[in-house]
Nanobody, 120 residues
Framework: QVQLAESGGGLVQPGGSLRLSCAAS????????MVWYRQAPGKQRELVAA???????NYADSVKGRITISRDSAKNTVYLQMNSLKPEDTAVYYC??????????????WGQGTQVTVSS
Protein backbone atom coordinates (compact mmCIF):
# COMPACT_ATOMS: atom_id res chain seq x y z
CA GLN A 1 0.00 0.00 0.00
CA VAL A 2 1.17 3.50 -0.82
CA GLN A 3 0.36 6.68 1.03
CA LEU A 4 0.94 10.18 -0.29
CA ALA A 5 1.09 13.29 1.85
CA GLU A 6 1.09 16.76 0.31
CA SER A 7 2.30 19.85 2.08
CA GLY A 8 3.40 23.39 1.34
CA GLY A 9 0.14 25.02 0.35
CA GLY A 10 -1.00 28.35 1.67
CA LEU A 11 -1.89 31.93 0.87
CA VAL A 12 0.45 33.86 -1.40
CA GLN A 13 0.23 37.18 -3.20
CA PRO A 14 0.15 37.36 -6.99
CA GLY A 15 3.66 37.07 -8.35
CA GLY A 16 4.80 35.06 -5.35
CA SER A 17 6.14 31.53 -5.08
CA LEU A 18 5.31 28.33 -3.29
CA ARG A 19 6.85 24.89 -3.23
CA LEU A 20 4.54 21.93 -2.75
CA SER A 21 5.84 18.59 -1.55
CA CYS A 22 4.41 15.12 -1.97
CA ALA A 23 6.01 12.51 0.26
CA ALA A 24 5.35 8.90 -0.65
CA SER A 25 5.53 5.94 1.68
CA UNK A 26 5.21 2.35 0.60
CA UNK A 27 6.20 0.57 -2.57
CA UNK A 28 6.99 2.71 -5.58
CA UNK A 29 7.51 0.58 -8.66
CA UNK A 30 10.44 1.10 -10.97
CA UNK A 31 8.00 2.12 -13.71
CA UNK A 32 5.85 4.91 -12.37
CA UNK A 33 4.56 8.39 -12.95
CA MET A 34 4.13 11.10 -10.36
CA VAL A 35 1.48 13.65 -11.29
CA TRP A 36 0.27 16.92 -9.80
CA TYR A 37 -3.35 17.85 -10.44
CA ARG A 38 -5.38 20.78 -9.28
CA GLN A 39 -9.05 21.50 -8.89
CA ALA A 40 -10.48 24.98 -8.59
CA PRO A 41 -13.99 25.57 -7.21
CA GLY A 42 -16.61 24.69 -9.78
CA LYS A 43 -14.06 23.30 -12.23
CA GLN A 44 -12.86 19.87 -13.24
CA ARG A 45 -9.62 18.48 -11.91
CA GLU A 46 -6.81 19.22 -14.34
CA LEU A 47 -3.29 17.94 -14.80
CA VAL A 48 -0.62 20.44 -13.86
CA ALA A 49 2.61 18.49 -14.30
CA ALA A 50 3.85 14.92 -14.59
CA UNK A 51 7.23 13.32 -13.96
CA UNK A 52 7.96 9.83 -15.24
CA UNK A 53 10.35 7.38 -13.68
CA UNK A 54 12.60 7.80 -16.70
CA UNK A 55 12.85 11.52 -16.01
CA UNK A 56 10.64 13.00 -18.72
CA UNK A 57 8.14 15.67 -17.79
CA ASN A 58 5.13 17.39 -19.22
CA TYR A 59 3.19 20.44 -18.15
CA ALA A 60 -0.15 22.07 -18.73
CA ASP A 61 0.19 24.96 -21.16
CA SER A 62 -1.13 27.35 -18.53
CA VAL A 63 1.82 26.71 -16.20
CA LYS A 64 4.74 26.25 -18.60
CA GLY A 65 7.66 28.44 -17.68
CA ARG A 66 6.28 29.13 -14.20
CA ILE A 67 6.01 25.72 -12.56
CA THR A 68 8.60 22.95 -12.29
CA ILE A 69 8.15 19.36 -11.13
CA SER A 70 11.12 17.57 -9.61
CA ARG A 71 11.92 14.75 -7.23
CA ASP A 72 14.27 13.65 -4.51
CA SER A 73 14.40 9.88 -4.93
CA ALA A 74 16.27 9.38 -1.67
CA LYS A 75 13.35 10.99 0.17
CA ASN A 76 10.62 9.51 -2.04
CA THR A 77 9.36 13.05 -2.45
CA VAL A 78 8.13 14.96 -5.47
CA TYR A 79 8.06 18.74 -5.54
CA LEU A 80 6.10 21.35 -7.42
CA GLN A 81 7.94 24.67 -7.51
CA MET A 82 5.47 27.37 -8.45
CA ASN A 83 6.68 30.84 -9.37
CA SER A 84 4.95 33.96 -10.70
CA LEU A 85 1.70 32.74 -9.24
CA LYS A 86 -1.57 34.12 -10.53
CA PRO A 87 -5.03 34.24 -8.96
CA GLU A 88 -6.13 31.62 -11.48
CA ASP A 89 -3.66 29.19 -9.90
CA THR A 90 -5.89 29.10 -6.84
CA ALA A 91 -7.00 25.51 -6.33
CA VAL A 92 -6.60 22.40 -4.26
CA TYR A 93 -3.48 20.64 -5.49
CA TYR A 94 -3.30 16.86 -5.42
CA CYS A 95 -0.48 14.48 -6.14
CA UNK A 96 -1.02 11.09 -7.67
CA UNK A 97 1.26 8.10 -8.04
CA UNK A 98 0.69 5.75 -10.96
CA UNK A 99 2.45 2.46 -10.25
CA UNK A 100 2.73 0.42 -13.44
CA UNK A 101 2.67 -3.36 -13.12
CA UNK A 102 2.55 -3.75 -16.89
CA UNK A 103 2.39 -1.64 -20.03
CA UNK A 104 -1.28 -0.80 -19.57
CA UNK A 105 -1.88 -1.95 -16.02
CA UNK A 106 -1.41 0.44 -13.15
CA UNK A 107 -2.44 1.21 -9.62
CA UNK A 108 -3.28 4.80 -8.76
CA UNK A 109 -2.80 6.43 -5.38
CA TRP A 110 -3.93 9.93 -4.41
CA GLY A 111 -2.94 12.35 -1.71
CA GLN A 112 -5.43 14.32 0.33
CA GLY A 113 -4.71 17.63 -1.36
CA THR A 114 -3.30 20.96 -0.25
CA GLN A 115 -4.95 24.34 -0.74
CA VAL A 116 -3.16 27.05 -2.69
CA THR A 117 -4.72 30.51 -2.64
CA VAL A 118 -3.26 33.34 -4.69
CA SER A 119 -4.74 36.64 -3.61
CA SER A 120 -3.75 40.13 -2.61
Amino acid sequence: QVQLAESGGGLVQPGGSLRLSCAASGSIFSLHVMVWYRQAPGKQRELVAALRSGGSTNYADSVKGRITISRDSAKNTVYLQMNSLKPEDTAVYYCKLENYVGINIKHDYWGQGTQVTVSS
